[in-house]
Nanobody
Framework: VQLQASGGGLVQPGGSLRLSCITS????????MAWFRQEPGNEREFVAV????????YYADSVNGRFTISRDDANNAVYLQMNSLLPEDTAVYYC?????????????????WGKGTLVTVSS
């Protein structure tokens, strides 16, 4: 099983980034996909989740209206479009897969994890 996140980088406040997570080794369309993030010294926190087929998505209050999660089952990929970025969005972002569905999944509930990609929002 592999989940490879990419797309992080340095961006100014108010800017945008699009994160990608390409997966392999499991039946992607049967899994809900989520993004989490973690700042140094803090616990990993939920950002967004999308159900099988992409019918439903939920977001953390802190990113709702600014971030959009999407998936491409044909290419076993999940994306996170991040707009109007704030300095407090600075973190390492991780994609994860869960066979079950939860509106606000706990990191402990996820089945598979990828390595993170660093997003830095700074002027």
């Amino acid at each position: 099983v592999q989940l490879q996140a990419s797309g992080g980088g340095l961006v100014q406040p108010g800017g945008s980034l699009r994160l990608s997570c390409i997966t392999s080794g499991f039946t992607f369309e049967l899994y809900t996909m989520a993004w989490f993030r973690q700042e140094p010294g803090n616990e990993r926190e939920f950002v967004a989740v999308i159900t099988w087929g992409g019918a439903v998505a939920y977001y953390a209050d802190s990113v709702n209206g600014r971030f959009t999660i999407s998936r491409d089952d044909a290419n076993n990929a999940v994306y996170l479009q991040m707009n109007s970025l704030l300095p407090e969005d600075t973190a390492v972002y991780y994609c994860a897969a869960d066979r079950l569905y939860n509106k606000r999944p706990s990191p402990d509930a996820m089945d598979y994890w990828g390595k993170g990609t660093l997003v830095t929002v700074s002027s």
